[in-house]
């Protein structure tokens, strides 16, 4: 399977606690998106990675979202404290950026990470 | 900013056409993507257009007039299994793709 996979598919977790999402995408692919989406909205921006490089995050990301992509592969995103307004559906996306954008630049969705904060 | 705007929900029968209408007023343009998402699910990619004009792909074409921030999907020959939550999506001079808030589709036998 050469798609973009996500790990866990769902998490409920208590408020206060911390959790970790994994994401690999589609290996060739140099760019990784972090979204979040809540029930009858599109997914909202959060940051995004190219190769190892973390190049711009959200105003939606607060300092207890972090992310990290160590070594330009796999990425990783923590929620420290959880509240229950962090309940929402967390996709991954990946691209191959290159002189020119356009198709190339086609984001590949993953299944996502539905967290549920009780 | 981006804004972008389509109708909540649409509802049609099955083997009819439906078209879902975007308008979007961003910062810079580098194209605009039309995902499918079916419930629970992750988005689905459907169709890119960057120049002005019709792109058909069997069933399913996308329309964009840059000149009036503007872009239509049309669903031709609608089947049950295209119920779901269409996604219009831009692409600004930052490459970041920003979403509307999807429109759902519902097909009626």
């Known amino acids: 399977d050469t798609g973009v996979s996500q790990d866990p598919r769902h998490k409920i977790t208590k408020r206060g606690q911390n959790v970790t999402f994994r994401c690999d995408p589609i290996s060739e692919h140099n760019r990784l998106y972090w979204y979040r989406q809540t029930l009858g909205q599109g997914p909202e921006f959060l940051t995004y990675f190219q190769n190892e490089a973390q190049l711009e995050k959200s105003r939606l990301l607060s300092d207890r979202f972090s992310a990290e992509r160590p070594k330009g592969s796999f990425s990783t995103l923590e929620i420290q404290r959880t509240e229950q307004g962090d309940s929402a559906m967390y996709l991954c996306a990946s691209s191959l950026a290159g002189a020119g954008g356009g198709r190339r630049e086609t984001q590949y969705f993953g299944p996502g990470t539905r967290l549920l904060v009780l | 900013g981006q804004n972008i705007d389509q109708p909540t929900e649409m509802t049609a029968t099955e083997g009819a056409i439906v078209q879902i209408n975007c308008t979007y007023q961003t910062s810079g343009f580098n194209g605009l993507f039309w995902y499918q998402q079916h419930a629970g699910e992750a988005p689905t990619f459907l169709s890119y257009?960057?120049?002005?004009g019709l792109e058909e792909k069997g069933r399913f074409s996308s329309f964009l007039s840059r000149s009036k921030g503007y872009s239509y999907l049309l669903l031709k020959e609608l089947q049950m299994k295209d119920s779901a939550s269409y996604l219009c999506?831009?692409?600004?001079?930052?490459?970041?793709?920003?979403f509307g808030a999807g429109t759902t589709v519902t097909v009626r036998a």
């Open positions: 999506a831009v692409i600004g001079d930052d490459y970041k793709l920003s």
């Open positions: 257009n960057v120049l002005d």
